[in-house]
């Protein structure tokens, strides 16, 4: 199985750094298992080229989200859509890069997002204590879900 594992942020914006910090993590997990075919992506952004690095069985996205989610990160499914809200780069999220693919690669693949809630997003190189709790926590969370991936087939795994 192909996975690909993206961190968007910006690490030198305190909590905006989440993202690449959380997918650092769940790659160094995915890539201990050896029959996983495992690539990592740490962007401030995410760009239309990334769109090539989409021909995998299942993309997962992470990154830091001004909301405050109820368990301080949240973990869902994404799907392809183009629409964009406003024309700049920010707001070119999974779902229209997932979209971007379809049309250009290959089928849109599995894709999950993962968004942990930052408190500060001002200038610093470490994201807050509250946010690297979120991390940890939004990680355990990804284990557990893959667990339940592993044990079902992958392609019949009850979607988010």
Known sequence: MKIWVAGFGNEYREDDGAGVLLASRIYAFLAEDSSLEVSLCLEHQLLPELAEELNVDLAIFCDADAILHEKGFFL????????????N?????PEWLLDLAGKTV???CRSLLITVSGE???????PTPLC??????????FKEFWQVLKQGSFSSTPRL
């Open 76 to 87: 869902r499914e994404v799907f392809p859509n183009s629409r964009i809200e406003g024309f």
């Open 89 to 93: 780069m920010h707001s070119m999220g």
């Open 106 to 108: 290959k089928a849109p």
């Open 120 to 126: 500060r997003f001002d200038f610093s190189a470490a």
């Open 132 to 141: 690297l709790e979120r991390i940890q926590r939004a990680e355990v969370a």
